[in-house]
C-alpha cells in the first residue's frame, strides 16, 4: 500500500495543489499498486508510516501555522532521513529551508533543505518552466508568490529557469536533496508533468514502473511544452 500524506490542505490548499496527491493515486493504480491518500490536518500529528508527503502553497499567515504545526516531533525529517517522498510547492517548500522572514518577522524552518526565504518587492506569478537533471525535457507550471528562495552551500536546484521566476535567484528554481523536492511549480505540477508523478511513485515503491497508456496526459504536457 502506497501512502500518501497531503499535509495540513486546509492551511497549504490555497493554490490547488491537493491535486498532486490524486495524481499519484490515479497512476498508481494504473499500475495495480494499492495507494490510499490521507489528509492530515494541522490539528493532527502527521502518521510516521507515511511512503510520500506532498505540502503544497499558502498564504503566508496559513504558512506559518501549518510550519509550527509541522516543527513537534520532527516526524517529516526523519521521514525523509528514511528515504520517504516529499513533494513541497511553494510555501510548503520554502517551510523545509533553514529560515522563512516576512518582512516583519524570521522564522526557523524546518531545516529539510538548504534554502532561505526572504521576502521580495514584488508578486512573481505566471506561467514558469524548468529544466531539471530528472528529464531531457522541462518541466512546465505555474508560478504566484513574493518571497525569494537562496539556496545555501550544500543545496542542489531543483532546476535551471528557463521562464519565469522560480527562486528568483540565480535562474534557478526550487531545490532537492535525495527524495526531498521542492519547488515553485503549481499546476498542480504533477498534472501538468505526468512523468515527474510516475518518477515520484518509482522512487517511493524502489523500483521501476510499469509504462501505461496515458495518451491524453502525454499530450497536454507536450502542448504545454510547446508553449514555453
Ligand atoms: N506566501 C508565499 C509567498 O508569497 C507563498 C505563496 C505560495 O505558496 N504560492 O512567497
Redesign the pocket.
Given at each position: 500500500m502506497l501512502e500518501i500524506i497531503r499535509i495540513h490542505n486546509e492551511l497549504l490548499g490555497?493554490?490547488g495543489d491537493r491535486g498532486n496527491a490524486d495524481v499519484l493515486k490515479f497512476r498508481a493504480s494504473q499500475r495495480k499498486i494499492k495507494a490510499r491518500i490521507s489528509d492530515i490536518s494541522y490539528l493532527d500529528p502527521l502518521p510516521k508510516s507515511g511512503d510520500i508527503y506532498l505540502l503544497?502553497?499558502?498564504?503566508?499567515a496559513a504558512?506559518l501555522l501549518s510550519l509550527t504545526a509541522l516543527r513537534k516531533g520532527s516526524i517529516l525529517a526523519r521521514a525523509a532521513n528514511k528515504g520517504a517522498v516529499v513533494l513541497a510547492?511553494?510555501?510548503?517548500f520554502?517551510l523545509l529551508g533553514n529560515k522563512y522572514a516576512t518582512k516583519d518577522e524570521e522564522f526557523a524552518g524546518l531545516g529539510l533543505l538548504d534554502v532561505i526565504?526572504t521576502p521580495?518587492d514584488k508578486?512573481l506569478v505566471g506561467d514558469i518552466a524548468v529544466q531539471t537533471d530528472l528529464f531531457d525535457f522541462p518541466l512546465t507550471g505555474f508560478e504566484?508568490?513574493?518571497?525569494v528562495t537562496t539556496l545555501g552551500a550544500d543545496a542542489k536546484a531543483f532546476g535551471r529557469v528557463l521562464q519565469g521566476n522560480g527562486n528568483g535567484v540565480a535562474g534557478l528554481d526550487g531545490a532537492v536533496n535525495r527524495n526531498v523536492f521542492g519547488t515553485y511549480l503549481?499546476g498542480p505540477v504533477l498534472a501538468r508533468n505526468p512523468e515527474f508523478a510516475d518518477l515520484l511513485i518509482e522512487r517511493a515503491v524502489g523500483e521501476p514502473i510499469s509504462p501505461i497508456d496515458d495518451e491524453l496526459a502525454q499530450r497536454y504536457a507536450k502542448w504545454r511544452r510547446a508553449l514555453i
Open positions: 490555497t493554490y503544497g502553497g499558502a498564504e503566508d504558512q510547492i511553494c510555501a510548503g520554502q526565504t521580495g508578486r504566484n508568490h513574493s518571497s503549481h
